[in-house]
């Protein structure tokens, strides 16, 4: 059983940006892909990026792609979203996942764990 905690999030103006962590325990990160999902009020979780452990597969949500960064310390057991020039259209509250497969798309398929979410709110 795997624990994921994100953490990081908070408020930002138009073009800031934020550093997303995620501290994963009661097992190895390692062994998984690592998926960041976010969901903004009134509609669907969407996947940002996913990134499997030996960095052979980085993908990006085309909403994101060029200003969001995905990255992770196996040997820590973190994960790391990092978002610049942040819009207010990138409020939501934002997930980290553990799973099997990083798709084109940036959405982590097969997720089997999840933390609890963290809210960032893009707003002057």
């Known amino acids: 059983q795997v624990q994921l905690v994100e953490s990081g999030g908070g408020l930002v103006q138009p073009g800031g940006s934020l550093t997303l962590s995620c501290s994963a325990s009661?097992?190895?990160?390692?062994?998984?892909?690592i998926g960041w999902f976010r969901q903004a009020p009134g509609k669907e979780r969407e996947g940002v990026s996913c990134a499997d452990s030996d960095w052979g597969n980085i993908n990006y949500a085309d909403s994101v792609k060029g200003r969001f960064t995905i990255s992770r310390d196996n040997a820590r057991n973190m994960a790391y979203l990092q978002m610049n020039n942040l819009k207010p259209e990138d409020t939501a509250v934002y997930y980290c996942a553990a799973g099997i497969y990083c798709s084109q798309s940036g959405s982590l398929r097969t997720a089997e764990y999840w933390g609890q979410g963290t809210q960032v709110n893009v707003s002057s």
């Open positions: 009661g097992g190895q990160l390692d062994v998984y892909v």
